[in-house]
């Protein structure tokens, strides 16, 4: 059973007189440790399908399963704890330094203030952060920021992690480190991503690549299974 399957998903949305089709019957499955690209234009689609798949958004038709829940139309707490949808927006009010808003995540389920912030520590160091856990947020560069972002995406152990142009805004140098961190730590994890990008080449090392264009996706939305040879035994002579 994949992790995350969205079977005939759907999406318009209303602009005034004009109807604005995000998704047309996207069918798509992720397994567990599993890592997929969905490379798309402005306006293809993509972040409308990561938002559905997070369940922060419901589709007008299709069905969404996340481990075999149907969160279209269920979308509790429990469910939403199963899923990351990694953004760059830190608010002051609910922490200062980066550490501190990398453990949120953590101080929201009930985590005592100091063993959180050691298990953030933790993650920032794993993502090659660790000196960014005493600045503030405004203070990072955009390769800096994303790696935060994504600490505190990671630190509650969600099984589905969901990331809109992770390498928007990085430098080339710093491109492939950052993708190789987030690689390192989703498969020690066990993972599933979903990543989208706006060009081919900011998306490297995925398991599979797809395209979304005018809300259609197109590609291997069904991750192929190995050919199984059977032995063949030795005839005794």
């Excluded at 149907?70 to 429990?78: G, K, P, V």
């Excluded at 990331?163 to 390192?184: F, H, K, S, Y």
Aim: net charge neutral.
């Amino acid at each position: 059973m994949p992790l995350l399957g969205l079977d005939g998903v759907t999406k318009t949305y209303v602009r005034g007189r004009r109807e604005l089709v995000a998704l047309r019957d996207v069918s798509l499955e992720v397994h567990a440790g599993e890592i997929v690209g969905i490379w798309g234009r402005r306006f293809s689609g993509r972040t409308t399908l990561l938002r559905i798949a997070a369940g922060l958004e419901r589709p007008d038709h299709g069905r969404v399963q996340l481990a075999g829940v149907d969160i279209a139309h269920r979308l509790d707490r429990d469910v939403r704890c199963r899923a990351a949808f990694c953004h760059t927006g830190f608010s002051r009010t609910h922490a200062d330094r980066v550490v501190e808003h990398v453990a949120v995540p953590l101080l929201a389920t009930g985590v005592r203030f100091d063993r959180a912030c050691v298990r953030a520590h933790t993650m920032l160091e794993r993502l090659d952060a660790a000196a960014c856990a005493e600045l503030r947020p405004a203070e990072l560069d955009h390769g800096e920021l994303m790696r935060v972002a994504l600490a505190r995406a990671l630190l509650p152990h969600p099984q589905l992690l969901l990331v809109d142009e992770p390498t928007n805004g990085v430098g080339l140098t710093e491109r492939d480190a950052l993708l190789i961190a987030l690689r390192t730590v989703v498969q020690e994890q066990g993972v599933a991503v979903v990543m989208t990008g706006a060009e081919t080449t900011t998306l490297t090392g995925v398991d599979r690549m797809l395209a979304l264009s005018a809300g259609e996706l197109r590609g291997e939305t069904i991750p192929s299974s190995a050919t199984i040879v059977p032995l063949q035994r030795r005839h005794s002579g």
